[in-house]
């Protein structure tokens, strides 16, 4: 239960950064609406995780799949630019928390 509430914590965090996007001074509410309940959701799944994992651990998974989850959604949703130098670090980041995953 622990892992799927830290992977719930990944999704929503994806969810808030790329709603942050979306702020751009405008009067529109739903960017900070889905921003302020993505990170609240996030920071209590991650909370309820941390009470059965590593606190290490379940931080840098955590941040694991909301790099790569915000980064993927760029690439696809927003069209920005990838260089081969980052998406080797990523893999790192990605081999680094499935290591965590398995050892855990």
Partial sequence: ???FLLFI???E???AAIAMK???GTKKKWPIIVMTAGFALSFYCLSQAMQILPSGVAYAVWT?????GVTAVSLIWFKERF???QL???CLILAGVIGLRLTS
Avoid at 64 to 68: A, L, N, P, R, V
């Fill in 1 to 3: 239960m622990a892992w």
């Fill in 9 to 11: 914590a990944g999704i």
């Fill in 13 to 15: 965090e994806i969810i």
């Fill in 22 to 24: 979306y702020i751009d």
């Fill in 64 to 68: 694991g799949i909301g790099s790569i």
């Fill in 83 to 85: 260089q081969l130098s």
């Fill in 88 to 90: 080797i670090s990523l």
